[in-house]
């Protein structure tokens, strides 16, 4: 079964770093580029960041550009998110996604992994 | 304020059809193939469309897609209780390289 699980989600206080990991299973992992995308509490989707298969290629929102980190380690099947200078409007649901053949469409979604950002 | 354009809400009777827009420009929409997701209440995004008008397997056909110039348009038809969700159309923005989303559109089934 293809599924994405996400976790590492948390409360941290603004300024505070966070990592979270997504664990993949039941596709070849190091084909498909993966993504990050957000959902601010009853608000839309925000894509975050992207990674290619490799890894050698990397994108970012400009929300986030300077203070996240996209990497993946294709040997363990999982994609990380680095978070760094957290603010309040990083508060939400972080879905990991699988990449179709380019980065978008995105086939396969975690469940999500909620980050609070609060003092 | 999102890059894509979507009307945030719209509504039909059940067996009836319904039709969500999604403006861009010609950096994504007008260059890059769109694609769909269905978000039912309290659940991960679901891919509907892909391609422009390609449907997953196990996506029923009365979901269609299809689009013109920088626009596209999400089609249901034989609308169902099940189907009230937000939707969300999406691409990539070649001036941004950046996936983008529009603002999500709720479907309601009165």
């Known amino acids: 079964e293809v599924q994405l699980v996400e976790s590492g989600g948390g409360l941290v206080q603004p300024g505070g770093s966070l990592r979270l990991s997504c664990a993949a299973s039941g596709f070849t992992f190091s084909s498909y580029a993966m993504s990050w995308v957000r959902q601010a509490p009853g608000k839309g989707l925000e894509w975050v960041s992207a990674i290619s298969g490799s890894g050698g290629s990397t994108y970012y929102a400009d929300s986030v550009k300077g203070r996240f980190t996209i990497s993946r380690d294709n040997s363990k099947n999982t994609l990380y998110l680095q978070m760094n200078s957290l603010r309040a409007e990083d508060t939400a649901v972080y879905y990991c996604a699988k990449g179709v053949k380019l980065v978008i469409p995105f086939d396969i979604w975690g469940q999500g992994t909620m980050v609070t950002v609060s003092s | 304020q999102s890059v894509l354009t979507q009307p945030p809400s719209v509504s039909a009777a059940p067996g009836q059809k319904v039709t969500i827009s999604c403006s861009g420009s010609?950096?994504?929409?007008?260059?890059?193939?769109v694609s769909w997701y269905q978000q039912l209440p309290g659940t991960a995004p679901k891919l509907l469309i892909y391609d422009n008008n390609k449907r997953p397997s196990g996506i029923p056909d009365r979901f269609s897609g299809s689009k013109s110039g920088t626009s596209a348009t999400l089609g249901i038809t034989g609308l169902q209780t099940g189907d009230e969700a937000d939707y969300y159309c999406g691409t990539w923005d070649s001036s941004l390289s950046a996936a983008v989303f529009g603002g999500g559109t709720k479907l309601t089934v009165l």
């Open positions: 010609s950096s994504n929409i007008g260059n890059n193939y």
